[in-house]
C-alpha cells in the first residue's frame, strides 16, 4: 500500500512525497505539489506491480540526457581508436547546446528527437544530423543492454531519422553572377580572424573541414608549395599530398607571419567552430543555402578546369572516379561554344 507524505518548506509551501515499498521490488519515491497527482502514480506504479508490468526507471529519471552523454564518451566512446573518441564528443557537445539535453533520459520521447532534428536542419546537413542522432540511439542501445537498472525505450525511431540525401544530390556552389564569393569574404572579414584564410584554403585546396582544423606547421611546405596530409587525419585513412596555389601560399604566410607558435596546428580550432562561424557569416552576407562543405564542390570544379580526372582525384583524395564526379558541378552553359566546334569538325570529316 502506497504511503502519501505531506511536506512543509521553510517558505510554508506544500509538496506530497508519495513512496512504495514493496517486497520483490525497488523502493519507489516521487514528490508532486498536489496531494491528487502523488495518489494517482502511486495508483499507476501499484497496478503494474500487480500486473507484473513494472519497470523501475528512478535511475533513468534522475539522469538527464545531457549526463547520460557524457557517460556514454567516458565508458563506451574512450575505447574508440584513432579520431573516433574526438568525433564522438564533438557531435555529443553539438547536442548538449541544444535544450534537450536537459531532458530527463528516461523521458526523451521521438517528439523530442523529431524537435532537434527539426531544429538542426537549419544549420546543418542532413547528413549530419543523422550522425548526431546516431550517437544518442547508440546511447539508449548501450544504456539498456550494458548499464545497470537501465529501462529505457529508444526514442530515435525510425520516422525521426531525416532523409539521408547525398552530396551528389546537391548542386550548390558560389553564384558569381550575384557576386557570392565577395559577399562571402566581407562578412567572413568581420567575423573571427580565422575564418577567411580557412574558407580560402578550403576553396584553394579543396582540404576538408576537419582536415583544416587538424593542419600542423610542420606537415606544411611553403617553399615547395605542398601540404602533406597524414593518413590518421584524412576521411579514407589515406596519406595525400596537396599543391599549393600562390593564393594558399600567400595565406599561409600571412598567418605563419602573425603566429607566435609555429610548432603546432596553424589555427587551433574544432572542425564545428569552422561550421557555426560559417554558418553565421553566411546568413549575415544573406547567401541562403550554403554549407561549408560545399566550398569542396566549389573546389573540385574549379580545379577540373586544370587537372585531369585521375590527377583530380590524387588531390582531392577520392578513390573512385564516381565519388570526384559526387563534387564536380561545372556550368553546362559554357559549353556551348565547343559544341560548335565539335559541329564543324564533323562537317570538315564530312566534306573528306
Known sequence: MATIKKRTSKQGKHTYQAQIIRKGYPSQYRTFNLKSDAEKWARKIEREMDTDHFVDLSKAERLTLGEALDEYLEKKSINKKGKGYSTDKSRVNVIKRHSIHKLSFAKVKSHHIASYRDDRLKSARPNTVRLELAIISNLYTIANSEWKDMNVDNPVIKGVWPKNIKDYDRTRRLNSKENEEERLFEAAEKSIWWLKPVIILAIET??????????????IQLKERLIILEKEKTKNKSERIIPLSKKAVQCLKEIKRNSKNTDARVFKILPDQISKQFNASAESAKINDFHFHDLRR???????????????????????????????????????????????????????
Open 206 to 219: 579543396a582540404m576538408r573541414r576537419g582536415e583544416i582544423a587538424s593542419l600542423t606547421w610542420d606537415k
Open 298 to 352: 566549389e573546389a573540385c570544379s574549379r580545379l577540373s578546369k586544370e587537372f585531369n580526372i585521375l590527377e583530380l582525384m590524387k588531390i582531392t583524395g577520392h578513390k573512385t572516379m564516381q565519388q570526384v564526379l559526387t563534387y564536380y558541378n561545372d556550368d553546362v552553359s559554357t559549353y556551348v561554344s565547343r559544341m560548335d566546334k565539335v559541329s564543324l569538325g564533323n562537317r570538315q570529316v564530312l566534306r573528306k
